[in-house]
């Protein structure tokens, strides 16, 4: 028998769904499914085999196989995204039966079930490639790890590419406010500081300030409020699934929120001024975030025009302080005049194109492209 088993708001049989394709014949598994599925935004499409129609079988994106159902599709065509779901946690066979018809995953419920719950929304979403993500981390505070990360998001976004800057440090005073946007609408981090579970990208994104064309999650002007791992998990992985680019401001101290944080990151920039107290503090901050990061790299702060770097450090020059990190020099970044005027005139950071910091920044994208992987150094 091959045919599609009727439920309510069906679909025509040969009209694609655009969600996963359930194949089983066991109505309480299927009445699970449909509940998970129903709980994940998708609408599947169901049959008790392989479907018959041109495409059935390759074109979903996720196809999900009741453990009554694989000797009606094993033979069908080997593809991704298949998972096994059965509910006896002890069959010792459930993974020959898995290798037999290709699937990727073996899926028991009841346990599996949030798993699965987010891997269907997951292609409910259909965002394709992840973000990429780069986060930004100071070697000591007041180094510029805050206006560098608002002005690389300034720079990507005034490229036309889709852009998140992310507040990670609770005592960094606000990104919204350097942005110059610290009144405008939107939801703050005390609103998913404990969070659960999955969090939708896309209602991520539209309940988050529009600030210079990108979207920003910061702090509110209240009491500092810890945000619970699962949450820091659960929010930059929203964040990713949107794709483009998301730029995170990094605390110095690597608690198990900034460890979530520092896990999803792709590409670490450590910034690092001048000076030999600075050296030696960014020393610190880079072998305890080292341990978490995947991909770390310096950039090297130069000092206003003229002025006597503290601490000494005045012959230490970019090369020798990356040396001594041990880590690669992405460059210097420079000393931009008017900066804080230009903020109190609610200009952000990178916000002149001309300027110092904008032409680094752009310089920055252009060597690491959004659409291509960090494995290169920039």
């Known amino acids: 028998m091959n045919g599609v088993i009727a439920y309510e708001s069906a679909p025509p049989p040969d009209e694609p769904t655009g969600g996963p394709l359930i194949v089983t014949e066991d109505v309480d598994l299927l009445d699970d499914l449909l509940r998970l599925c129903a709980a994940a935004g998708a609408r599947p ?11 059935g079988w390759e074109a979903p994106p996720l196809v999900l196989v009741g453990d009554d159902a694989v000797g009606r599709v094993r033979g069908a065509a080997r593809r991704r995204g298949v998972v096994l779901v059965g509910r006896d946690q002890d069959d010792p066979d459930v993974w020959r039966r898995a290798v037999e018809i290709g699937a990727e995953d073996v899926l028991v419920l009841p346990d599996g079930e949030q798993w699965l719950v987010d891997r269907i929304a997951d292609v409910v979403e259909s965002v394709g490639k992840p973000a990429l993500t780069v986060g930004v981390i100071g070697g000591r505070g ?5 206006t560098l990360a608002c002005a690389l998001a300034v720079t990507a976004a005034r490229d036309r590419r889709r852009t998140l800057l992310v507040d990670a440090d609770p005592l960094g005073g606000g990104l919204d406010v350097l942005l110059g946007g610290e009144r405008a609408e939107g939801l703050r981090w005390p609103a998913f500081a404990q969070s659960r579970g999955r969090v939708g990208s896309g209602a991520l994104e539209e309940s988050l300030p529009e600030l210079h064309d990108l979207r920003v999650l910061s702090w509110d002007r209240g009491d500092t409020v810890a945000v619970a791992p699962q949450a820091m998990r659960a929010v930059l992985a929203a964040a990713r699934r949107r794709g483009g680019v998301v730029v995170v401001d990094l605390p110095r101290r690597v608690d198990e929120a900034a460890a979530e944080a520092l896990a999803q990151v792709d590409l670490g920039v450590l910034v690092v001024p001048k000076e030999l107290r600075a050296v030696a503090g960014a020393r610190r901050v880079a072998s ?5 990061l995947r991909d770390l790299r310096v950039v090297v702060a130069a000092g206003r025009a003229g002025a006597r770097p503290p601490g000494g450090a005045d012959g230490l020059d970019a090369d020798e302080i990356a040396r001594l990190l041990g880590l690669p020099l992405i460059g210097e970044l420079p000393w931009e005049h008017g900066l804080t005027a230009a903020q109190t005139r609610a ?9 110092p910091l904008a032409r680094f920044c752009a310089a920055f994208w252009e060597r690491l492209p959004a659409d291509d992987s960090v494995g290169g150094r920039v």
Do not use: L
């Open 142 to 146: 007041g180094a510029g790890a805050s």
């Open 288 to 292: 305890a975030a080292g341990m978490v």
């Open 45 to 55: 499409e169901v049959h008790h085999g392989v479907p018959e129609r041109r495409g």
């Open 347 to 355: 200009r952000p950071p990178g916000g002149t194109a001309r300027g």
